[in-house]
């Protein structure tokens, strides 16, 4: 049973930093694309970015380009998300997805099989 598990969220004033990370159990990740995607508060959950399975190429939302950047570690079968230059509107869960073995990375939600619980990110402005 596959299983992922985010971690490194929590609260940080506008202009901070934090790194999430995205523990997988039960399949190694390493012909998968992964992704990270968040909701807020009365929003619909959106694609923030993605990565392809080698690590070689990534989607990013607009509001987030030369902000965050996702990477991902095979021999720890994890995958990261650093947020630099937080805002009040990045507040929200986020989710990472595990997608399908070696497809492209995909800003839908619907070519990720598998999600983790969240972490709640919340910027103070």
């Known amino acids: 049973q596959v299983q992922l598990v985010e971690s490194g969220g929590g609260l940080v004033q506008a202009g901070g930093s934090l790194r999430l990370s995205c523990a997988a159990s039960?399949?190694?990740?390493?012909?998968?694309?992964m992704a990270w995607f968040r909701q807020a508060p009365g929003k619909e959950r959106e694609f923030v970015t993605a990565?392809?399975?080698?690590?070689?190429?990534?989607l990013y939302h607009d509001s987030v380009k030369g902000r965050f950047t996702i990477s991902r570690d095979n021999a720890k079968n994890t995958a990261y998300l650093q947020m630099n230059s937080l805002k009040p509107e990045d507040t929200a869960v986020y989710y990472c997805?595990?997608?399908?073995?070696?497809?492209?990375?995909?800003?839908?939600?619907?070519?990720?099989?598998?999600w983790g619980q969240g972490t709640q990110v919340t910027v103070s402005s």
């Open positions: 997805a595990l997608g399908r073995l070696r497809r492209s990375p995909d800003a839908r939600s619907r070519e990720y099989d598998y």
């Open positions: 039960g399949r190694t990740i390493s012909n998968y694309p």
């Open positions: 990565i392809s399975w080698s690590g070689s190429s990534t």
